[in-house]
């Protein structure tokens, strides 16, 4: 063996495993992007805000149950609430289509963004500024996720921070957090600012994923994709604050006789 063929041989052998495969974990980290942190931010934010919503579709809905018209949001949050922990193997649901994709995307999109270089401070052009957005938000979504799945599965409060989440009085537990004195203005300010986050990077994930997967190749379909994008982002906002808004200005004490009137209705 030649001395050239030699150092090419160590050199091969110091690639990493990332850099060997960067064009089909590249792929892998878009799509875990999209399905992961897509699943946990479409329907936890419908959810969510169908604390408000719920209160003008479902107006005549739980009248059998005597709840008036005015706390429809309340018992369609609590039913809504009601049917996710309903569903069978729940844990494994979690762990296996939530957990662990999030767990690979953020994973990889760390190491991504700890080797990646931005321009941003020479050039401020569009592009830079969106992808060191996108490494800020992906940092504060990591941290979120990971406090906001600690609080509703074990418990944790993070000193406060986050709500003792009761899954049989969804909406009182939340309302009551987030209603606590000038903490609870902190709190709501601190998930509204780590969800937008989230929906920040999922928007724009939907975008440069379909650059990634070579969907929009030209510069006008990845204008109109573009589009398409922002109008999610917006849609998904608009939810997040509905939400914390609604949680932030509901009556607890009247969520609290409604969320009872439902436990005894399933009781019977």
């Known amino acids: 063996m030649t001395a050239e063929s030699t150092v090419a041989a160590s050199s091969e052998r110091r690639i990493s495993f990332i850099d060997r495969h960067y064009h089909l974990?590249?792929?892998?980290?878009?799509?875990?992007?999209?399905?992961p942190i897509g699943l946990f931010l479409l329907p936890h934010l419908t959810t969510n805000s169908s604390v408000?919503?719920?209160?003008?579709?479902?107006?005549?809905?739980?009248?059998?149950?005597?709840?008036?018209?005015?706390?429809a949001g309340i018992a369609t949050?609590?039913?809504?609430?009601?049917?996710?922990?309903?569903?069978p193997a729940l844990i494994f649901i979690e762990i296996f289509l939530l957990w662990l994709p999030i767990a690979f995307h953020a994973g990889l999109g760390i190491y991504?963004?700890?080797?990646?270089?931005?321009?941003?401070?020479?050039?401020?052009?569009?592009?830079?500024?969106?992808?060191?957005?996108?490494?800020?938000?992906?940092y504060i979504g990591v941290v979120f996720?990971?406090?906001?799945?600690?609080?509703?599965?074990?418990?944790?409060?993070?000193?406060g921070l986050m709500p003792t989440f009761d899954a049989m009085h969804a909406s009182s537990s939340v309302g009551a957090h987030l209603q606590s004195g000038s903490a609870g203005l902190l709190m709501?300010?601190?998930?509204?600012?780590?969800?937008?986050?989230?929906?920040?990077?999922?928007?724009?994930?939907?975008?440069t994923a379909a650059i990634t997967w070579g969907v929009t190749i030209s510069a006008a379909a990845q204008r109109r994709w573009g589009v398409v994008c922002a109008g999610v982002g917006l849609a998904l906002g608009a939810a997040a604050v509905t939400a914390i808004v609604g949680f932030a200005t509901l009556d607890v004490d009247a969520a609290k006789e409604i969320e009872k009137k439902m436990i005894a209705e399933r009781a019977e």
């Open 25 to 35: 974990l590249r792929r892998l980290h878009s799509l875990s992007g999209v399905a």
């Open 77 to 87: 949050f609590q039913h809504e609430v009601d049917f996710i922990h309903s569903l």
């Open 145 to 159: 996720i990971f406090m906001h799945i600690a609080s509703l599965r074990w418990g944790w409060t993070f000193g």
């Open 112 to 138: 991504y963004a700890r080797s990646g270089k931005s321009n941003v401070d020479r050039y401020r052009y569009q592009d830079n500024v969106r992808y060191s957005l996108q490494r800020l938000t992906g």
């Open 52 to 71: 408000v919503w719920g209160r003008y579709l479902n107006e005549s809905k739980f009248e059998e149950y005597g709840i008036p018209a005015a706390g």
């Open 188 to 207: 709501a300010a601190f998930y509204l600012v780590c969800v937008l986050a989230l929906v920040y990077h999922f928007a724009n994930g939907l975008w």
